[in-house]
Nanobody
Framework: QVQLVESGGGLAQPGGSLRLSCATS????????MGWYRRAPEKERELVAS??????????YYANSVKGRFTISRDYAKSTVYLQMNSLKPEDTAIYYC?????????WGQGTQVTVSS
């Protein structure tokens, strides 16, 4: 049973930072890819950042809207993927979800709320 548990969301001021964590039930190496998505109110779900190859960071993907501000990273020993979010903007407000893909099957976490407001 694959489990993904997100944490780290909360309230931040514009220009502030938050770090989201996605703890997985298995080794990161067991997944074909992992990523962070978000869904803002009245908007479609959006891919924010993803890892296409757990061993090679140059294949990491970022949406244009977060490039230069967000960084996806992984801790193999803790089986955890992080999303460091800096220079937060009000438009980053959304529920953030972690997703992992293994052998064609997608698994989702429960989501964590991020609110950017002064």
């Amino acid at each position: 049973q694959v489990q993904l548990v997100e944490s780290g969301g909360g309230l931040a001021q514009p220009g502030g930072s938050l770090r989201l964590s996605c703890a997985t039930s298995g080794s990161i190496f067991s997944y074909n890819s992992m990523g962070w998505y978000r869904r803002a109110p009245e908007k479609e779900r959006e891919l924010v950042a993803s890892i296409a190859n757990v061993n090679i960071t140059k294949y990491d993907y970022y949406a244009n809207s977060v490039k230069g501000r967000f960084t996806i990273s992984r801790d193999y020993a803790k089986s955890t993927v992080y999303l460091q979010m800096n220079s937060l903007k009000p438009e980053d407000t959304a529920i953030y979800y972690c997703k992992a893909r293994r052998n064609g099957q997608d698994y989702w976490g429960q989501g964590t709320q991020v609110t950017v407001s002064s």
